[in-house]
């Protein structure tokens, strides 16, 4: 079965850090592009990230360049996000997301985890 | 950024009736690289349309998609009970992508 499985959200106290990771299953990983993209409580999706096969592409939503950090080992089958200087709008469930086809960094969404979420809060 | 707007907000509708949902771009979707997915409470989207009119794996036939430039329209042709969900559409072509803010399909 071709499953992603996220893991790493918390409660954090604004300007903390946390490192989300994804774990993928079924498909071979490293044939594949693939993002980050959450939901703020009760709102609507907003794309956070994206990383290319070989991680020589990468792009970030405005809102969290300079402070998060996707990265992928291809040998590990895992996804990361490191997240630094959390603010509490950055409070959402996280999402990793596989690209449909492989090679394409921007591209449609076609295997989603089931979310962690991160709680930004002191 | 090019910025999706979908309309309606909410859509109240009955099953086995057809539904209509419009997402418009405030820029041209670079070569119709635009996707629609389906989120239902608690659970994660799922894609149902990509490349503008291209179904997605397992998708039934009532879902379809069309549209070029800033116009795009998800079409069900006739509502199953399990498609009352809050839908959203998707550009990929220019970075940022972006989402739209999401159509809630409601039963009437």
């Known amino acids: 079965e071709v499953q992603l499985v996220e893991s790493g959200g918390g409660l954090v106290k604004p300007g903390g850090s946390l490192r989300l990771s994804c774990a993928a299953s079924?498909?071979?990983?490293?044939?594949?592009?693939m993002n980050w993209v959450r939901q703020a409580p009760g709102k609507g999706l907003e794309w956070v990230s994206s990383i290319s096969i070989s991680s020589s592409y990468i792009y970030y939503a405005d809102s969290v360049k300079g402070r998060f950090t996707i990265s992928r080992d291809n040998a590990k089958i895992s996804l990361y996000l490191q997240m630094n200087s959390l603010r509490a709008d950055d409070t959402a469930v996280y999402y990793c997301?596989?690209?449909?086809?492989?090679?394409?960094?921007?591209?449609?969404?076609?295997?989603w985890g089931q979310g962690t979420m991160v709680t930004v809060s002191s | 950024e090019i910025v999706l707007t979908q309309s309606p907000g909410t859509l109240s509708l009955s099953p086995g009736e057809r539904a209509t949902l419009s997402c418009r771009a405030s820029q041209s979707v670079s070569s119709s690289y635009l996707a629609w997915y389906q989120q239902k409470p608690g659970q994660a989207p799922r894609l149902l349309i990509h490349g503008a009119s291209v179904r997605a794996t397992g998708i039934p036939d009532r879902f379809s998609g069309s549209g070029s430039g800033t116009d795009f329209t998800l079409t069900i042709s006739r509502l199953e009970p399990e498609d009352f969900a809050v839908y959203y559409c998707h550009q990929y072509g220019s970075s940022p992508q972006t989402f739209g803010q999401g159509t809630k399909l409601e039963i009437k």
């Open positions: 997301a596989r690209s449909v086809y492989g090679d394409y960094v921007n591209d449609a969404l076609d295997i």
């Open positions: 079924g498909f071979t990983f490293s044939s594949y592009s």
